[in-house]
């Protein structure tokens, strides 16, 4: 008797366990500044502008975005420049989808200044179509931003990645992110991201504790499986800073230390810039910061894993991240460990779009997993802004984020670092 409604009760928990995985689709979403080529069997995702549009259009009761500012429209756009078409097409369809009956659009964004303004929520908030809540993290933290990008639509379908509220993240500059549907426990998950940053957007005070209703248990240590597209995966999402986890979410930081430690073949790291040192905040300022640095030192130099870092080079790019990434590639001579600039040409001289034309990537793949992340490689982002990473381990996944890193490390646009010293 014991042991049939044991059997019994195992064959239950086991239809529970296989019927709890979800099946959801997998893709990369892509921005290309304008202008880019690369050969025709290169792989071509779909784009930022569309996948954003069509979460947007395909919505029917709630849309949550966590980003940092808001440029979405053409106020900064040079009179007569087209680049902002797409970024205000998004813009009038979050505005009317916002203004729906049954649709709940609620915006988590950092404290707009200057130079990161936020007059696109603005007007959502005038015109009722979205709950809007701004983060300051001087007051929170002392220090850092909301750098977070992603969306998470009908509590189902999920944006992360590295573009930004803004109209030249459509058309000017270079992002890669993923956007995953139909997958209702991943989006419940990053949702739990999104209620801290919601919570703490309601007084700009880090509570002494988490609700447990936060906490989560999908981490490095017990991911979540789930079909993409039809066949079996593990994902996870890890946040930072430290301060904003709830008990059971990784740690950003430590996940991508944990996803490099892991690689047995090779770790290839798009970012747009890699300085390890802390570069903003108070007392720490200018303190050598080396966690990245040591784990892909480590990677080549102990184990012989083949390591390749590409950074990005625009206008605005500090001597300090090219002069770190020579000499990791330094040990390029004794070690397999290589580093290049990725460099977006500039548009003809009539042409001046401000802050634009650059690669913004922040991703991470090994012969183990796909990372794709919000945040530069240096120390500020680890220890005091927010972020989140999307962690995959999915063999197809892993080679398409591979493709695209060889694509870019591969194409015209990569240079060694210091062209006249090498
Ligand atoms: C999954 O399917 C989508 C939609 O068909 C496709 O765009 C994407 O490339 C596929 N992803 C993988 C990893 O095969
Ligand atoms: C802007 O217009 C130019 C010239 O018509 C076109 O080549 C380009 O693709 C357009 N750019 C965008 C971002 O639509
Ligand atoms: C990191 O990334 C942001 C955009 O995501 C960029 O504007 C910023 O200047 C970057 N670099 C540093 C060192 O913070």
């Known amino acids: 008797m014991f042991g049939a409604t044991a059997v019994a009760v195992v064959i239950a928990a086991a239809v529970v366990a296989v019927s709890a995985i979800d099946s959801c689709e997998f893709a990369f979403v892509e ?11 290169s792989p071509l995702h779909p784009k930022t502008h569309q996948v954003w549009l069509d979460l947007t259009l395909g919505a029917e009761k709630s849309i949550d975005i966590a ?31 916002g203004l729906k009956k049954e649709m709940k659009i609620r915006i988590a964004q950092n404290k707009p200044s200057r130079i990161n303004p936020a007059k696109d929520t603005e007007l959502f908030v005038k015109a009722g179509a979205a709950e809007v809540r701004t983060l300051d993290f001087d007051k929170i933290l002392g220090a850092g931003v909301l750098h977070t990008k992603f969306w998470i639509v ?22 890669l992110g993923a956007v995953i549907h139909n997958c209702p426990t991943l989006a419940a998950d990053l949702k739990k991201v999104f209620e801290v940053y919601w919570t703490l957007g309601e ?36 946040s930072s800073p430290p301060a904003f986890s709830p008990a059971g979410r990784a740690d950003d930081l430590e996940s991508i230390v944990a996803a490099i430690d892991a690689a047995n073949e090779f770790v290839y ?32 130099i102990e184990r012989g894993v083949e390591v390749r870092l590409m950074i990005s080079e625009w206008q ?39 802050f634009s034309r650059v690669n913004h ?47 870019d490390w591969e194409s015209q646009y990569t240079h060694r670092i210091y062209e006249n010293r090498r």
Do not use: C
Not at 154 to 175: P, W
């Open 31 to 41: 921005s290309m500044p304008e202008g880019l080529e690369f050969p025709p069997d």
């Open 203 to 238: 007084n700009n005070r880090l509570p002494d504790s988490w609700p447990s209703s936060l906490e989560t248990h999908f981490n490095a240590k017990t991911p979540l499986p789930v079909n993409l597209n039809s066949s079996a995966a593990q994902v996870y999402i890890s």
């Open 154 to 175: 009908d509590d189902m379908h999920v944006y992360i990645g590295s573009a930004n509220m803004d109209y030249r993240a459509l058309s000017q500059v270079k992002e």
């Open 316 to 354: 605005s790019t500090r001597e300090s991240v090219r002069a770190f990434a020579a000499s990791l590639g330094e040990l390029g001579h004794a070690f397999k460990i290589q580093t290049r600039k990725f460099v977006v040409p500039k548009l003809p001289p009539n042409r001046v779009v401000p």
């Open 67 to 97: 980003s940092f500012y808001w440029t979405l429209r053409d106020e900064d756009v040079p009179p007569g420049d087209n680049s902002s078409w797409m970024g205000e097409q998004v813009f009038s369809a979050l505005m009317n989808t």
């Open 361 to 407: 990537n922040k991703y991470l793949v090994t012969d183990q997993q796909a990372f794709i992340g919000t945040s530069n490689w240096s120390g500020d982002y680890f220890v005091n802004t927010a972020g989140v990473g999307l962690h995959v381990f999915h063999r197809q996944i892993i080679l398409q984020l591979k493709a695209i890193f060889l694509r």
């Open 269 to 300: 790291v798009a970012v747009m810039d890699f300085i390890p040192q802390m570069l903003y905040s108070g007392p720490q300022k200018g303190k050598l910061w080396l966690p990245l640095e040591s784990a892909l030192r480590r990677a080549a």
